[in-house]
């Protein structure tokens, strides 16, 4: 029986002529099915499991793809792709060649528009609402956008629109009270509010029953009802932003009751102009795990069906924990620090900071813009803030950086967390822009560290010697050890002693050659921890500093980031066919070490940039420009992320695919040491 309807329907045809009791069914399979899929590949559990029945109901009253559907951030579509007839690809949900995580119309005529980011759908609608007007359509519009979603500027600048103008369209409000984490700010009391009117669905019901009643006349009669049915609103509810906002109120609704949601949807449908359907839905519904976590089911790795456990578990602090374990570090030593973050509390790691710091920490909503121009507005009255965003959703607020915290100078510090390929969340995810659209910023300073030591005395290095606005970032995940521990001297001086010392005895052997820096074990990360926290120490970072990682005389490689891991890679390989090459953090992506980039372009060595990051606009086209600026003849070539949008796939799968793993780079880079000839212009990778 279990899954029968999901494998013997053909949906979405077959859905609308389902009885009620199949539809509950049905809505009972996908859960299980949902559970299954998610436990083995990972994705957005808890949002999907909330919106089961809301989008059994959604499928069963409009006409899809026909009628058209907006998912906000789209990481609640899952149930939508089911319903759609993508049930087959979940066995290979977000994995390379395999169905996305999120909406995306080369799947399906069903999946109208690509979402990832937040608080789009309403403009979204609207504009294929009024679309639809202009060339004299009648089908519906809807937007399905969570309460989380709705705190975001966007969502109110599409609402304030599409009520003025009277646009048909329906909004559903999926209020789960929460966004990753517990939702906060105003409008969330505001829902609160009318959360606990139920009273006014009650009476709606009623009087819907009576009318309807009356034999020959009641269904035409109940729609005509308008004006009685705003009295009865205004008379119960005294209030409600939406209806200020000239959208007319529907709800509250229990989103995860097939037979109301199905039935206000209906009565939906038939009513024209602006409508908001306020439903009320449980994250992770049905599964109890996520049920009591949702924010931790909201989106996971593989998991055991049984425990709710991850399959795989960091064993050392991710890029994120570092960040948010030197912010107590830094905080409680300067009182001005302040971290801010745009709902990525969990995140951004900042956790900790917030229990510890509760009146220094700020969780302003779904609201990048706000963030930065808020963070501006404290660094004027004289506090030192932190803004912890995901380099995806700084995006948003590229002209608050360029505006209020750039043009003023002031001492904002931008942690670009998910900077780079980010992997199974796909194009919508990639951090791979930041470079290209912090890079020509003036007053901005731009850092990339090489592993977790580097990270926070990146941060230490912003609080204390950089007045201006301050940009440091770095991917998802655990980092690689450049830089071990208990090997606290300058990576100049740790050159000379390579080999010689207590470190290069732990190291692998081959590794163990004057003037070579390697990855150390990954025990060492911690080993010579600053207090009880676990941080790693570096000394003093110098302003636009580079540091070199391995000495070699045939070329240079300059690895951005997280990307020296790849550079002493391809490193490794490169010595194996007989190039040796030296290896260069850059540390500083803005300003450039142009004492170091001179040396370099009077040597004449062959140069290759890599960087986690478009080329365009990147770190490799600035270092182009100096040496064709400055006239230097060496052979260059920029690699990483190639001028498209990058589709989903492990990290690995992803760098091989666009000619960005050590094997890949140190083709590119042997061909560049073979090749005759003069300047080599700016490329991506090998595709
Ligand atoms: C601009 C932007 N910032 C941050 C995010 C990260 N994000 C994804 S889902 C989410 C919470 C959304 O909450 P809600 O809309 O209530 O949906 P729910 O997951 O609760 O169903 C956040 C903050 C994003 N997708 N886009």
């Given at each position: 029986?279990?899954?029968?309807l999901?494998t013997?329907?053909?949906?979405p045809?077959?859905?609308r002529?389902?009885?009620?009791?199949?539809?509950?069914?049905?809505?009972?399979?996908?859960r299980?099915?949902?559970?299954?899929?998610?436990?083995?590949?990972?994705?957005?559990?808890?949002?999907?499991?909330?919106?089961?029945?809301?989008?059994?109901?959604i499928?069963k009253?409009?006409?899809?793809?026909?009628?058209?559907?907006?998912?906000?951030?789209?990481?609640?579509?899952?149930?939508?792709?089911?319903l759609?007839?993508?049930?087959?690809?979940?066995?290979?949900?977000?994995?390379?060649?395999?169905?996305?995580?999120?909406?995306?119309?080369?799947?399906?005529?069903?999946?109208?528009?690509?979402?990832?980011?937040?608080s789009?759908?309403?403009?979204v609608?609207?504009?294929?609402?009024?679309?639809?007007?202009?060339?004299?359509?009648?089908?519906?519009?809807?937007?399905?956008?969570?309460?989380?979603a709705?705190?975001?500027?966007?969502?109110?600048?599409?609402?304030?629109?599409?009520?003025?103008?009277?646009?048909?369209?329906?909004?559903?409000?999926?209020?789960?009270?929460?966004?990753?984490?517990?939702?906060?700010?105003?409008?969330?009391?505001?829902?609160?509010?009318?959360?606990?009117?139920?009273a006014?669905?009650?009476?709606?019901k009623?009087?819907k029953?009576?009318?309807?009643?009356?034999?020959?006349?009641?269904?035409?009669?109940?729609?005509?009802?308008?004006?009685?049915?705003?009295?009865?609103?205004?008379?119960?509810?005294?209030?409600?932003?939406?209806?200020?906002?000239?959208?007319?109120?529907?709800?509250?609704?229990?989103?995860?009751?097939?037979?109301?949601?199905?039935?206000?949807l209906?009565a939906?449908?038939?009513?024209?102009?602006?409508?908001?359907?306020?439903?009320?839905?449980?994250?992770?519904?049905?599964?109890?795990?996520?049920e009591?976590?949702?924010?931790?089911?909201?989106?996971?790795?593989?998991?055991?069906?049984?425990?709710?456990?991850?399959?795989?578990?960091?064993?050392?602090?991710?890029?994120?924990?570092?960040?948010?374990?030197?912010?107590?570090?830094?905080?409680?030593?300067?009182?001005?620090?302040?971290?801010?973050?745009?709902?990525?509390?969990?995140?951004?790691?900042?956790?900790?900071?917030?229990?510890?710091?509760?009146?220094?920490?700020?969780?302003?909503?779904?609201?990048?813009?706000?963030?930065?121009?808020?963070?501006?507005?404290?660094?004027?009255?004289?506090?030192?803030?932190?803004?912890c965003?995901?380099?995806?959703?700084?995006?948003?607020?590229?002209?608050?950086?360029?505006?209020?915290?750039?043009?003023?100078?002031?001492?904002?510090?931008?942690m670009?967390?998910?900077?780079?390929?980010?992997?199974?969340?796909?194009e919508?995810h990639?951090?791979?822009?930041?470079?290209?659209?912090?890079?020509?910023?003036?007053?901005?300073?731009?850092?990339?560290?090489?592993?977790?030591?580097?990270?926070?005395?990146?941060m230490?290095?912003?609080?204390?010697?950089?007045?201006?606005?301050?940009?440091i970032?770095?991917?998802?995940?655990?980092?690689?050890?450049?830089?071990?521990?208990?090997?606290?001297?300058?990576?100049?001086?740790?050159?000379?002693?390579?080999?010689?010392?207590?470190?290069?005895?732990?190291?692998?052997s081959?590794?163990?050659?004057?003037?070579?820096?390697?990855?150390?074990?990954?025990?060492?990360?911690?080993?010579?921890?600053?207090?009880?926290?676990?941080?790693?120490?570096m000394?003093?970072?110098?302003?636009?500093?580079?540091?070199?990682?391995?000495?070699?005389?045939?070329?240079?490689?300059?690895?951005?980031?997280?990307?020296?891991?790849?550079?002493?890679?391809?490193?490794?390989?490169?010595?194996?066919?007989?190039?040796?090459?030296?290896?260069?953090?850059?540390?500083?992506?803005?300003?450039?070490?142009?004492?170091?980039?001179?040396?370099?372009g009077?040597?004449?060595?062959?140069?290759?940039?890599?960087?986690?990051?478009?080329?365009?606009?990147?770190?490799?086209?600035?270092?182009?420009?100096?040496?064709?600026?400055?006239?230097?003849?060496?052979?260059?070539?920029?690699?990483?992320?190639?001028?498209d949008?990058?589709?989903?796939?492990?990290?690995?799968?992803?760098?091989?695919?666009?000619?960005l793993?050590?094997?890949?780079v140190?083709?590119?880079?042997?061909?560049?040491?073979?090749?005759?000839?003069?300047?080599?212009?700016?490329?991506?990778?090998?595709?």
């Amino acid at each position: 029986m279990l899954k029968k309807l999901i494998t013997d329907y053909r949906f979405p045809d077959d859905l609308r002529n389902m009885t009620e009791d199949e539809l509950e069914i049905l809505a009972y399979e996908i859960r299980d099915f949902l559970i299954e899929k998610i436990a083995k590949t990972g994705g957005h559990a808890a949002p999907n499991l909330g919106v089961v029945e809301l989008t059994v109901a959604i499928h069963k009253v409009f006409d899809i793809p026909s009628d058209q559907v907006v998912w906000d951030v789209g990481h609640q579509s899952y149930v939508h792709k089911i319903l759609t007839g993508r049930a087959d690809g979940f066995d290979r949900l977000r994995q390379y060649g395999g169905i996305s995580g999120f909406p995306k119309s080369g799947e399906s005529d069903a999946d109208v528009y690509n979402s990832g980011h937040s608080s789009t759908s309403i403009s979204v609608a609207m504009g294929l609402a009024e679309a639809r007007d202009l060339k004299g359509g009648a089908h519906k519009v809807l937007a399905v956008i969570g309460d989380g979603a709705m705190t975001g500027g966007e969502a109110f600048e599409g609402l304030n629109n599409a009520g003025n103008r009277k646009t048909d369209i329906i909004v559903i409000l999926n209020d789960n009270e929460m966004s990753i984490s517990k939702n906060i700010g105003s409008l969330s009391h505001h829902l609160n509010k009318l959360r606990s009117s139920r009273a006014y669905l009650n009476m709606k019901k009623s009087l819907k029953k009576s009318i309807t009643g009356i034999p020959g006349v009641g269904e035409g009669l109940y729609r005509g009802l308008d004006h009685m049915r705003d009295l009865m609103r205004y008379a119960v509810i005294t209030e409600s932003i939406f209806e200020d906002l000239g959208f007319s109120y529907y709800g509250p609704v229990d989103g995860n009751n097939l037979r109301d949601v199905t039935e206000l949807l209906e009565a939906a449908k038939s009513i024209g102009g602006p409508v908001l359907i306020h439903a009320i839905t449980k994250k992770g519904k049905g599964y109890r795990n996520a049920e009591i976590a949702p924010d931790k089911f909201h989106s996971v790795g593989p998991f055991d069906t049984e425990t709710g456990k991850p399959f795989a578990k960091a064993k050392r602090d991710t890029w994120s924990a570092l960040c948010g374990k030197s912010l107590i570090e830094l905080a409680e030593k300067d009182e001005r620090v302040i971290a801010v973050t745009a709902a990525m509390t969990d995140g951004t790691g900042l956790l900790p900071f917030a229990d510890k710091f509760p009146e220094r920490f700020f969780d302003v909503g779904i609201a990048e813009a706000h963030a930065v121009t808020f963070a501006a507005g404290l660094a004027i009255g004289g506090m030192r803030p932190f803004v912890c965003c995901y380099s995806t959703f700084l995006q948003r607020a590229y002209d608050q950086i360029v505006m209020d915290a750039a043009m003023q100078n002031l001492p904002v510090v931008f942690m670009i967390d998910r900077a780079g390929n980010v992997g199974h969340d796909g194009e919508t995810h990639h951090g791979v822009f930041d470079l290209s659209y912090l890079k020509h910023i003036p007053n901005m300073t731009i850092m990339a560290p090489a592993d977790g030591s580097e990270l926070v005395a990146m941060m230490r290095y912003a609080l204390f010697e950089n007045g201006g606005p301050c940009a440091i970032r770095y991917p998802k995940g655990v980092p690689d050890v450049i830089y071990p521990a208990d090997r606290g001297a300058h990576p100049i001086e740790r050159e000379q002693t390579c080999g010689t010392d207590a470190f290069a005895a732990r190291v692998p052997s081959d590794a163990a050659v004057p003037g070579v820096v390697r990855r150390a074990p990954l025990a060492n990360m911690q080993s010579s921890a600053d207090g009880a926290r676990g941080i790693p120490e570096m000394p003093p970072l110098a302003m636009g500093k580079s540091a070199v990682l391995r000495e070699g005389r045939d070329m240079e490689i300059w690895a951005v980031g997280n990307f020296a891991s790849v550079g002493l890679d391809a490193a490794d390989l490169l010595r194996e066919r007989g190039v040796e090459a030296k290896v260069v953090n850059p540390r500083f992506v803005k300003p450039l070490d142009e004492a170091a980039l001179r040396a370099a372009g009077r040597g004449g060595a062959p140069l290759l940039i890599l960087e986690d990051n478009v080329v365009k606009g990147g770190f490799g086209e600035s270092v182009l420009a100096f040496l064709a600026e400055n006239g230097y003849g060496n052979r260059a070539l920029a690699l990483g992320w190639p001028d498209d949008f990058v589709t989903h796939g492990s990290v690995a799968e992803l760098r091989a695919h666009c000619g960005l793993d050590a094997a890949a780079v140190a083709r590119r880079a042997e061909r560049l040491c073979e090749r005759n000839g003069a300047f080599v212009r700016a490329e991506s990778g090998d595709r």
